[in-house]
C-alpha cells in the first residue's frame, strides 16, 4: 500500500516530463504492481487492485486536466511579433535568441537618416511595376536598345494584347511619380528633393559582385537653377558622412537615357585611401567607380508637367549592397541574402 502511494507522487512528478501526457498511463510501475496481484494473500488481493485503480483514476484526472490546457493553448493564435518573454508558447518552440535587423536595413536606415539632415524625404518603391514607370517615363521609348540592358525580369501575360509588367530593374521606377506628387513645392518655391531606397531586380548570372535582388538608392533633386556642380556636392557630402572620413570624387561623362548630361561618379577608395596596391576592394587602383548620375532629361521633367525651361533638377542611382560592401570590406554580395547566421550576427 505505501508502495501504491509512492508511485503514485512519483508518476505525477513525471507527466509534466512527457510530451504527451496520456503515455504516463502505460507507465511499466502499473504493470509490475498488477502482475503482483497473484502472489499476494487472496484475502488482500481486492483491497490491493482497489488501490492501483484508485491510482490510474488519479492519474487519468490529471491527464485529462493538462490535455485540455495544451488543447486551449493551441487554440490561442501565436503572436509571433510578439517579445519573446510574453509569448509562453515560445520558448518551448526556439531557443531563447532574439533576431536583429537585417545589415542592409540598418545601412539603408543610416542613409535615410543622413539625406534626412540634407532635407530630402525618403519614399518607397515597388516589386512591381508597369513599362510606363520603369522605361517610357524615363525617355526610354518602345524598342529603345537601352531597355535591353536592364536583364528585366517580367511577368508572362495570359493575353497577348496585354502588357507584361516589370520587377524594378532601378529605383529610378519611382521618378515620376515622385515628380508629380512633390510639383507643389516648386510653386511655393520650395525643391523636390525625394530618396528611394529600396529593393531591385535584375535576372543576372549570380556570382561575388552580382545579385538577382539588390538595393539602390534613387535621389532626385529639382528646383529653379539647379546644376551639375550642386550633384557633384550632394553625393560627395553623403558619401563622406556614411564613411565618416573626407573622400575625393571624380566624374566622367556617361550615357543614361533619362539624364542630359550624364555621369559615372567615382570616389577614392574609403577602404585603403588609395595606399594599398593589394586593396580588396579597390583592387589597388585606389578608385571606385560607383553610381551613376546626371541632370534630369527635359522631357522626363515634361512628362511629369514641370516646365524644363524653369526648372531643372538633379538624378541619382546607387547600389546599396556596394555602399555597404565597401564600409565593412565584405567581399560577397551574396551573403546578405543568404541567411547565413553566423555573417548577419555581425552586425
Ligand atoms: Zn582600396
Keep these: 500500500m505505501e508502495e501504491i502511494a509512492q508511485l503514485e ?6 507527466i509534466d516530463e512527457l510530451e504527451t501526457p496520456r503515455d504516463i498511463l502505460k507507465a511499466p510501475e502499473i504493470k509490475q504492481l498488477y502482475a503482483k496481484i497473484p502472489t499476494l494473500d487472496p484475502a488482500q488481493r481486492g483491497v490491493f487492485g482497489q488501490k492501483i485503480n484508485g491510482l490510474k483514476q488519479a492519474l487519468e484526472r490529471v491527464v485529462a486536466e493538462k490535455e485540455s490546457q495544451i488543447e486551449e493553448s493551441a487554440s490561442v493564435p501565436l503572436d509571433v511579433t510578439a517579445p519573446l518573454h510574453i509569448n509562453s508558447k515560445l520558448p518551448k518552440l526556439l531557443s531563447a535568441e532574439q533576431g536583429t535587423v537585417h545589415p542592409l536595413r540598418q545601412e539603408i536606415a ?4 543622413i539625406f534626412g539632415r540634407m532635407g530630402f524625404v525618403a519614399e518607397e ?3 512591381l511595376d508597369d513599362q510606363y514607370h520603369m522605361f517610357e517615363s524615363l525617355n526610354f521609348p518602345a524598342g529603345h536598345p537601352a531597355r535591353d540592358e536592364y536583364d528585366t ?6 493575353d497577348t ?4 509588367f516589370v520587377a524594378p530593374a532601378h529605383t529610378s521606377t519611382m521618378q515620376n511619380r515622385i515628380l508629380k506628387k512633390y510639383k507643389e513645392n516648386l510653386d511655393k518655391d520650395e525643391p523636390i528633393a525625394a530618396v528611394v531606397p529600396d529593393r531591385t531586380f535584375r535576372n543576372e548570372d549570380l556570382d561575388a559582385r552580382h545579385e538577382h535582388t539588390f538595393y539602390q538608392i534613387e535621389g532626385v533633386y529639382v528646383a529653379k537653377n539647379v546644376h551639375a556642380g550642386m550633384l557633384i556636392a550632394t553625393l560627395q557630402k553623403f558619401l563622406e558622412e556614411y564613411y565618416g572620413k573626407k573622400l575625393e570624387v571624380r566624374v566622367n561623362p ?3 537615357p533619362f539624364t542630359e548630361p550624364s555621369f559615372e561618379f567615382a570616389l577614392s577608395c574609403p577602404f585603403c585611401e588609395g595606399t594599398n596596391p593589394s586593396c580588396k576592394v579597390c583592387g589597388g587602383e585606389g578608385w571606385i567607380e560607383l553610381l551613376g548620375c546626371g541632370m534630369i532629361h527635359p522631357r522626363v521633367l515634361q512628362m511629369a508637367g514641370i516646365d524644363p525651361s524653369v526648372y531643372t533638377g538633379f538624378a541619382f542611382g546607387c547600389g546599396i549592397d556596394r555602399l555597404v560592401m565597401m564600409k565593412y570590406a565584405i567581399e560577397d554580395v551574396r551573403h546578405f541574402e543568404s541567411a547565413k547566421l553566423d555573417f548577419l550576427k555581425q552586425f
Excluded at 507522487?9 to 513525471?14: E, G, P, V, Y
Excluded at 525580369?153 to 495570359?158: R, S
Design 9 to 14: 507522487s512519483t508518476l505525477l512528478a513525471r
Design 110 to 113: 543610416k542613409l535615410i537618416e
Design 125 to 127: 518603391s515597388r516589386e
Design 153 to 158: 525580369f517580367m511577368t508572362v501575360q495570359k
Design 161 to 164: 494584347n496585354e502588357e507584361a
Design 254 to 256: 556617361f550615357y543614361f
